[in-house]
């Protein structure tokens, strides 16, 4: 008889995905992806863990089938399953666990010991919950990763001080400009280092226009991410609206000439502050000649952005470390929770024996008063649970250790059927 449950985790992140491809792979309607994804896909419990930098379905079921779940999701997102190809990303069992840690303590985010992550699982996790999509399985797992991750950052300190090439760029522009929400800021390109962009930007307050090749991947990034749309064609001929510039593209070319920067100085009084963050770079570096204008490269913001990051080096370590040593009790958790079914199910049965045949003595005892009753009761429950008790923990414990085949034999023995 089969009755182990597997956990499973499908995800879609920044880490395979840009963020105008990742888009795709979101879910309009959370609880008809829930519901979807219980009655199509094998899974008894559900977690959806959706930001703007991933996507991601956790689960548990008795028989998980990876083609069910991209089926699934294909139809929710309106999507060729094909689509999956190069996108998903697909954990099973520990792996999960281990995932679901460096998720809470910030290591698997675009910056290291990024803290927003960390509200946005326990969200996750408190809807699914709330609305009976997740039970014992992934309440448990969550809760202790949740723990795990928050007594991480907590005793090493790594969210403290956290920055990226993005924000770094932004921290930048904040010491070269006077009064920067007067300004106005423009940032070209919508993939992953746009993207930190943007959430800095946003973060601090700033108002910025955003474009990229199409209006749809602006209009696609801006809604994900922020910032207000503007047609690519439209900048390239009108740069001088601009005060300061982001620019992080993937274009094999120089977006931003020498020719056109010129002409955007003649536009306006004041002067630009260009930040390449591409690579290659897509700044001409020459327009650092022209008067007015400052440009900060992607070699000189990343130096400054490794500086910090070498600080870093023992907090991720530790970290990492302390991941480790967890791993082993989250997993033993997990394992235990298969023989607890089993558990509470052989209590019942017996309590009902013990309180048929309890009935029974009553009855033959003849009138007793409320106290003798109760001591009656009290040393049935007393016996059970003597005899009863040991076997049941020691299966805890062998459950525990992996032990499945005593698992198996015990669900045998007491005649145990799973609840589907």
């Not at 303590?105 to 509200?119: K, N």
């Not at 005899?387 to 007491?414: C, H, Y």
Request: charged share 30%; proline share 2%.
């Amino acid at each position: 008889m089969e009755i182990k449950n597997e956990i499973i985790n499908a995800r879609v992140t920044f880490r395979k995905s840009p963020i105008h491809v990742l888009e795709r792979f979101t879910f309009n309607d959370l609880t008809n992806a829930y519901s979807s994804f219980r009655d199509n896909s094998g899974l008894n419990e559900c977690v959806i863990l959706q930001t703007c930098n991933r996507v991601e379905v956790f689960g548990i079921g008795n028989q998980t089938d990876i083609e069910k779940i991209k089926k699934t999701w294909a139809s929710l997102a309106g999507l060729e399953e094909n689509a999956f190809l190069d996108n998903l990303e697909y954990s099973k069992g520990k792996d999960v666990f281990h995932h679901l840690l460096n998720l809470t303590s910030g290591l698997d985010s675009m910056v290291l010991g990024e803290e927003q992550i960390l509200g946005q699982i326990k969200n996750s996790i408190t809807n699914a919950r709330e609305n009976k999509w997740s039970s014992e399985h992934l309440n448990t797992l969550f809760d202790k990763t949740i723990r795990v991750g928050t007594r991480i950052r907590n005793s090493t300190g790594i969210s403290k001080g956290s920055i990226s090439v993005g924000s770094m760029a932004v921290k930048l522009a904040e010491e070269n400009v006077d009064d920067m929400k007067s300004k106005q800021i423009l940032l070209i390109g919508t993939g992953e280092a746009a993207a930190l962009v943007a959430k800095s930007l946003k973060r601090r307050g700033y108002a910025f226009s955003v474009s990229s090749r199409t209006i749809q991947r602006s209009e696609s990034f801006s809604k994900t991410v922020g910032g207000k749309p503007v047609d690519f064609n439209e900048i390239l001929t009108g740069l001088g609206k601009y005060d300061i510039v982001f620019v992080a593209t993937s274009a094999p070319y120089f977006l931003v000439t020498f020719e056109r920067i010129q002409e955007a100085l003649k536009q306006k009084s004041g002067g630009i502050m260009l930040l390449d963050l591409s690579n290659p770079r897509t700044v001409d570096e020459k327009v650092a000649e022209l008067n007015n204008i400052k440009l900060m490269n992607i070699d000189q913001i990343a130096e400054m952005v490794d500086k910090n990051m070498r600080s870093r080096v023992g907090q991720k370590n530790t970290a990492e470390q302390i991941i480790n040593e967890e791993l082993p009790v989250v997993e033993a958790s997990m394992k235990r929770l298969e023989a607890e079914p089993i558990v509470k199910d052989v209590f019942k049965n017996i309590d009902n024996l013990r309180n048929k045949e309890l009935q029974k003595a009553l009855n033959m005892l003849g009138d007793l008063d409320d106290d003798k009753k109760k001591i009656v009761d009290e040393l049935t429950k007393a016996i059970v649970e003597s005899i009863v008790s040991t076997p049941m923990n020691n299966l805890r414990k062998e459950t525990e250790q992996g032990n499945d085949d005593l698992l198996e034999a015990v669900s045998k023995l007491f005649d145990y059927k799973k609840k589907e």
